[in-house]
């Protein structure tokens, strides 16, 4: 059974950096698609970043693009979100989500893989 577990959100100031981590377990993660998503208050689900398992390729939503970075370490099966230069929009329920879905742009689903969320904010 998948498993991925979130660590790392908090309470920042704006322009503030956080690291959050998401070990995944339960099967091969080769072939997958690996990413973060999160949820305001009030707001639906939205893409943050994704990486591909095998290639490390990357992509991220033009919000976050030059502020925030996605890497995996294979061997500690283990996603990172490295946040820089937080915002007060930036705050949210980070979720890390796992797809085997070949799909081109990644929507949330309940055919993919979910942690349990791990907040973040950003005060001003």
């Known amino acids: 059974q998948v498993q991925l577990v979130e660590s790392g959100g908090g309470l920042v100031q704006a322009g503030g950096s956080l690291r959050l981590s998401c070990a995944a377990s339960g099967r091969t993660f080769s072939g997958a698609r690996m990413g973060w998503f999160r949820q305001a208050p009030g707001k639906e689900r939205e893409f943050v970043a994704h990486?591909?398992?095998?290639?490390?390729?990357?992509s991220y939503a033009d919000s976050v693009k030059g502020r925030f970075t996605i890497a995996r370490d294979r061997f500690k099966n283990t996603v990172y979100l490295q946040m820089n230069s937080l915002k007060p929009e930036d705050t949210a329920v980070y979720y890390c989500?796992?797809?085997?879905?070949?799909?081109?742009?990644?929507?949330?689903?309940?055919?993919?893989?979910w942690g349990q969320g791990t907040q973040v904010t950003a005060s001003s």
């Open positions: 990486i591909w398992w095998s290639s490390g390729i990357t």
């Open positions: 989500a796992a797809t085997f879905r070949p799909v081109s742009v990644w929507s949330p689903s309940s055919d993919d893989y």
